[in-house]
């Protein structure tokens, strides 16, 4: 696993941002823009990457289907590949990792097209420091100011091994059910990140530090006190940390005809999924603490 180090101020805003398959017909190409002009807007937001930035299904894939190829043969890997670049140019100043999903590593014959991103983005913006995070990384944020202390680590992976469903009659449990799962699945994979954070179901899932009220003795007396944020340390509890499911830049269905000119299907159709959520995650830190872990949907900010 790679471990990468990134200097930012006290006061910043961390955007993960990924599953955006440019090649699809179903692809959200104005909410990825949206998503992009939001980290422009301030000097302090800085974004990372979360893969499957391009569909890229090879005709031999199980899923691939030629409806859904946009008009013009964006299949073609290049193609897709020049339209994230080009998109991701304006902002090559902010961003500082990128991974890869499992879109990117169906291509893996053809090359490593994050890596190649990685390296496009360092030329056009003059920077050495933007770094290729392979599916799974460990990110240490770093005070610029005094880069000795530490502010925080946050763990990333695409989420290629995450499904999140429940068989729940009722939406809040179905919604606590999916928190409980994705939590379980991540909070093994580091011990010492106050953030877990995956991408890869297109939902946007946030599950805060629990906050749980708990009895300690102390004088010959009980006290009561309540779990708070982790702090830097070899383990954080588990139920003392962020977990974030950073959404997606995803259509579940669209107007639009496919390549060969008829009404299209898509494969959310085709497998009964509910309505896909369009979003971004974004970490809101001031003095060097993690104030919130909150979802940025496309539309309402």
């Given amino acids: 696993m790679r471990i990468i180090r990134l200097y930012y101020p006290k006061d910043h805003e961390l955007i993960l941002a990924g599953d955006v398959h440019r090649g699809s017909i179903l692809s959200d190409k104005e909410g990825f823009v949206s998503c992009i002009d939001y980290v422009l807007k301030e000097a302090n937001r800085r974004l990372i990457l979360m ?22 043969g964006i299949s073609i890997p290049e193609i897709q590949f020049n339209e994230v670049r080009d998109t991701l140019i304006p902002a090559a100043d902010r961003i500082d990792v990128a991974l890869f999903g499992n879109h990117e590593w169906d291509l893996r014959r053809t090359g490593n097209w994050t890596n190649r991103l990685v390296e496009e983005l360092k030329k056009e913006s003059g920077r050495d420091d933007i770094y290729y995070g392979t599916m799974s990384c ?14 925080y680590k946050i763990f990333l992976h695409h989420g290629t091994f995450i499904s999140l469903r429940s068989q729940a ?58 779990l708070h944020q982790g702090i830097n ?25 496919g390549y060969d000119g008829l009404p299209i ?9 509910w309505p896909l959520v369009r979003a971004f995650t974004s970490v809101e830190v001031a003095n060097g603490v993690i104030q919130d872990v909150k979802s940025k949907r496309i539309g309402e900010f």
């Fill in 51 to 72: 893969g499957d930035l391009q569909d890229s299904r090879p005709s031999d894939h199980r899923y691939f289907d030629l409806s859904e190829v946009e008009e013009g």
């Fill in 138 to 151: 460990v990110v240490e944020i770093h005070d610029k100011d005094d880069p000795e202390i530490l502010l």
């Fill in 169 to 226: 009659k009722d939406f809040e449990q179905q919604q606590g059910n999916k928190k409980a799962r994705f939590k379980l699945l991540l909070r093994e994979l580091a011990s010492d990140c106050v953030i877990m954070a995956a991408g890869h179901t297109h939902q946007d899932i946030i599950v805060p530090p629990t906050g749980q009220l708990y009895l300690y003795h102390e004088n010959f007396k009980v006290r009561q006190a309540y």
């Fill in 233 to 257: 340390e070899r383990y954080i509890d588990p139920n003392q940390r962020w977990y974030a499911n950073t959404g997606a830049f995803l259509l579940r269905s669209t107007e639009k005809l």
């Fill in 265 to 273: 299907s898509g494969y959310p159709e085709r497998r009964g999924y």
